[in-house]
């Protein structure tokens, strides 16, 4: 097929708020030897988009500066390398930038079939939560069923992918949420406990639910919790921190992360070598993707925009109103 050699992308005009997101155009990439070409149905948004947004996360070296870090669609051309994918796949992919546009180039150890029993949309909420639960979790973390996983910001799409996946392999969930209505859905989801922050302290809902606390924390909010993880943790117990939402300066009394023998950990996925990540999605594909076609586990998507609409969705993902992700469609 014969393609354009331009199209519509979303690009950062300046640092700022979601206003700074316009409509480009841009040239149509031609793939790398061991890439593919992507003709986007949809884009997923996450936060690390708003923080590039924002100034405070720029692309790696080479990247594009164009946001987006996962899409679903159809592939349109293949390098000359590329042998497990051909024209005409349905696939979702995970990128380090170029989501937010009409196509986009993708590694080809970083892409996965769209599992059968989902729409294209829902493929696209796929890629970068369940590499990021995956990798920290079950690959980090070492989670094994049977333990404890406390989850903050149960409602994110972090959170509710974390709660499906480990529920389905056996793990017993408590996540925070900030109102009743989305610790219902967690509780939904299959959490044994959602807490709301605003009213109860998970430390001590923690404790009284556990003996002794829990086995592993997945933290993005930082700040003050640092410390609450912390006091949560039963002994030998692993924290890990993706994101910080309250700030990563803080104060901390480490004595007990002694006296526990706890690992306190963070990472980052979109700076990650290439074959790091691609050992991720053969990770993901083997474990996780069963799990969706067993109905186990399927992306909560709250509401989709037009990818002109961009701001928009940025501006719903900072007022922290939505339930699950949020996605852009072609």
């Not at 990563?248 to 992360?257: A, F, I, M, R, T």
């Not at 074959?275 to 992306?299: C, D, M, T, Y």
Request: glycine share 8%; aromatic share 6%.
């Amino acid at each position: 097929m014969s393609l354009p050699s331009t199209q519509t992308s979303i690009e950062i005009s300046e640092p700022g708020a979601p206003e700074v997101l316009k409509l480009a155009s841009r040239p149509v990439q031609q793939p790398a030897d061991n890439q593919v070409l992507i003709k986007v149905a949809a884009a997923g948004i996450n936060r690390p988009d708003v923080f590039q947004r924002m100034g405070f996360y720029p692309p790696p070296p080479g990247v594009t500066d164009i946001p987006g870090l996962e899409v679903s669609g159809t592939v349109v051309a293949t390098g000359a390398l590329v042998e497990d994918w051909s024209m005409g796949d349905k696939v979702c992919a995970l990128l380090s930038g170029g989501g937010y546009a009409e196509y986009a180039i993708a590694e080809a150890s970083l892409c996965l079939p769209v599992p059968a029993n989902l729409s294209l949309v829902e493929a696209a909420a796929l890629p970068e939560t369940c590499f990021t639960v995956w990798h920290n979790l079950f690959e980090r973390a070492e989670l094994k069923a049977g333990e404890w996983l406390l989850v903050h910001g149960g409602s994110s799409g972090i959170g509710t992918t974390a709660i499906q996946m480990a529920t389905a392999l056996g793990v017993n969930v408590i996540t925070t949420a900030g109102s009743d209505k989305k610790c219902a859905v967690c509780e939904e989801l299959g959490a044994v406990k959602a807490i709301n922050y605003n009213r109860d302290d998970f430390v001590e809902v923690c404790k009284a639910l556990t003996e002794g606390g829990v086995n592993v924390v997945l933290d993005m909010v930082g700040g003050d919790y640092v410390q609450k993880n912390i006091s949560a943790c039963a002994p030998k117990a692993r924290i890990i921190s993706i994101a910080f939402l309250r700030g990563s300066n803080v104060q901390v009394d480490l004595l007990p992360l002694m006296l526990k023998q706890l690992v306190l950990t963070g990472s980052t996925l979109r700076a990650q070598p290439l074959e790091n990540k691609a050992r991720i999605a053969a990770g993901v594909e083997s474990q996780v993707w069963p799990l969706i076609a067993e109905g186990k586990f399927k992306p909560i998507v709250h509401s989709s925009f037009p990818l002109a609409q961009a701001s928009a969705g940025h501006a719903l993902m900072e007022s922290s109103q939505h339930i699950g992700k949020i996605v852009l469609v072609n």
